[in-house]
T-cell receptor, first 111, second 114 residues
């Protein structure tokens, strides 16, 4: 079982829809990261959070430390939101650079 | 805007050649990472560094080496490239030890070995 699980793996939405991507983890963490990767490969950090909720424009990220779960929400989705969204956790006491990545959620927003 | 740069962006070489992928950041970050990513697949850690003269192997470090002589520079070297090395290589950095700083990624180096 992967230490970081994302769902769904693939998601297709119509423009304007509200989107939720989920991330569950099984290790102790110091922070959780949400990343966005567009076709062509570049990765951008969207959020880093260790508690509560953060908002940036149409994006909202929440984390529940007790339940070891985080969600990324996109309001009023747009075709330019089409990308792979990756959840990564900073693992307390882990090796391997302390970062554990999920497999990503591929989002496609249709006009 | 991220201040982390990778060169070359694209490289096509023959089997057996030695190559170095360059990564530089101007943010003074201590932690730097190299990841390999095949199309549609997840990131795999190759090497990481906590600072100058500190390097560690990841779960996919075979046949490559790194150095960290200066804080801003973290080059990755393949001594003898093979077709199995064909992939995208991504460099990243963060400010704090333990990975609790925001992550910044370079644009990637796409390598093709013939």
């Amino acid at each position: 079982k992967n230490e970081v699980e994302q769902s769904p793996q693939n998601l297709t939405a119509q423009e304007g829809e509200f989107i939720t991507i989920n991330c569950s983890y099984s290790v102790g963490i110091s922070a959780l990261h949400w990343l966005q990767q567009h076709p062509g490969g570049g990765i951008v950090s969207l959020f880093m959070l260790s508690s509560g909720k953060k908002k940036h424009g149409r994006l909202i990220a929440t984390i529940n430390i007790q339940e070891k779960h985080s969600s990324l929400h996109i309001t009023a989705s747009h075709p330019r939101d089409s990308a792979v969204y990756i959840c990564a956790v900073s693992n307390y006491g882990g090796s391997q650079g302390n970062l554990i990545f999920g497999k990503g959620t591929k989002l496609s927003v249709k006009p | 805007e991220a201040d982390i740069y990778q060169t070359p962006r694209y490289l096509v070489i023959g089997t057996g050649k030695k190559i170095t992928l360059e990564c530089s950041q101007t943010m003074g970050h201590d932690k730097m990472y190299w990841y390999q990513q095949d199309p549609g697949m997840e990131l795999h850690l190759i090497h990481y560094s906590y600072g100058v003269n500190s390097t560690e192997k990841g779960d996919l470090s075979s046949e490559s080496t790194v150095s960290r002589i200066r804080t801003e520079h973290f080059p990755l070297t393949l001594e003898s490239a093979r077709p199995s090395h064909t992939s995208q290589y991504l460099c990243a950095s963060s400010r704090l030890a333990g990975g609790t700083g925001e992550l910044f990624f370079g644009e990637g180096s796409r390598l093709t070995v013939l």
